[in-house]
């Protein structure tokens, strides 16, 4: 099978395309046939090992301490087809269109992936793309996650930074569903984005010190983390609720200092679930939420992808066709 090809921490040249044995399923696991993944600022960042100290020790000793081991490739969330199932499996059959979140264990940037049962992956809506399947899992259990914490209302006025990618899209969308007033924060050139997505209000950080305005929300929703935390907190109404994505360690220290009954932060603590995914692919189906899809590339272009989301110009999701059928309507058989 196709797949990328990671021999080094480095730049987007890294990752090459090259070819890799088809994965055996074990008796718990289902073979797919991925059409369609993603690439990711996330990605990227493991790709260089990018990352606070704290987390890039570990992930050194998981990957490979001075290059990744052989055989591991990146890529996190998936759209395919269920080629082969193993004997213990009862809730997939060959031919299921599915959509996943492979997490840590990645592998998606590859023509075939075999994971268990029990991972996070759901059979796939009939009337979404594979496109729009793979673009859904990462941004939406995300954005979910913290929502979901925030305990926003109806009426409530949330303030959404780093708005214009694939988390923050989605967050825009779901916030839309408790019928939220968002303000959405990022540059000008993903403002189209934002407005698709259903922002009432869009800033562009580059042009407007929204740090240091008038105005208060009862969340902030941070999916970039780079505003200070002691600047971020106060933008918020007392018994506002902080939502930080992607915290620095200074930032996962300072927090005692300044979380209280005033106002609450909140950091990401617990793993999604393949029932988190169903009730997004369910809300997929019906139509009340849609990833925003920037571009669609092939495979063989992922260092390209690399280096244009690196290049901060991604807006929403950049879909990456692993089969040619990545952004039709789904056939079971394909």
Request: hydrophobic share 45%; net charge neutral; glycine share 10%.
């Amino acid at each position: 099978m196709k797949t990328v090809v990671w021999t080094q921490y480095g730049p987007p040249d890294v990752l090459t395309i090259g070819e890799a044995d088809v994965p055996i399923p074990k008796d718990n696991e289902i073979l797919v046939k991925i059409i369609a993944t993603t690439a990711t600022l996330g990605d990227c960042e493991i790709r260089a090992l990018k990352l606070p100290l704290a987390f890039r020790l570990p992930l050194r000793l998981f990957l490979g301490v001075r290059k990744p081991r052989k055989g591991i490739t990146l890529g996190q969330e998936f759209s395919g087809i269920v080629t082969q199932v193993g004997p213990a499996v009862s809730k997939f059959a060959v031919g299921d269109a599915v959509l996943g979140h492979a997490g840590i264990h990645m592998g998606a940037f590859a023509q075939y992936l075999a994971l268990k049962e029990s991972a996070v992956i759901v059979k796939k809506p009939a009337n979404i793309s594979f496109a729009e399947a793979a673009a859904m899992p990462l941004g939406g259990l995300e954005a979910k996650y913290y929502i979901e914490r925030s305990g926003l209302q109806a009426g409530s006025k949330a303030l959404v930074i780093g708005a214009g990618g694939s988390i923050g899209t989605m967050a825009i969308q779901l916030l839309k569903l408790l019928d939220v007033e968002i303000t959405a924060v990022d540059t000008g050139e993903k403002f189209g984005a934002m407005k698709a997505a259903g922002a009432d209000h869009l800033i562009d950080y580059t042009k407007t010190d929204y740090i240091h305005g008038e105005l208060r929300y009862d969340a902030v929703f941070d999916v970039v983390g780079k505003t200070p935390l002691k600047k971020s907190i106060t933008l918020l109404h007392s018994g506002g609720v902080y939502l930080q994505c992607n915290p620095k360690i200074s930032q996962m220290i300072l927090r005692r200092f300044y979380s209280g009954r005033d106002k609450q932060i909140v950091f990401k603590t617990g793993e999604q679930t393949a029932a988190d995914l169903q009730y997004l692919a369910d809300l997929m189906e019906t139509g009340e939420i849609k990833p925003v899809i920037d571009t669609v590339m092939p495979l063989d272009s992922i260092a390209e992808a690399h280096r244009y989301i690196e290049a901060g110009q991604k807006k929403g999701n950049l879909v990456i066709a692993v089969q040619e059928s990545a952004g039709e309507q789904p056939d079971a058989t394909a």
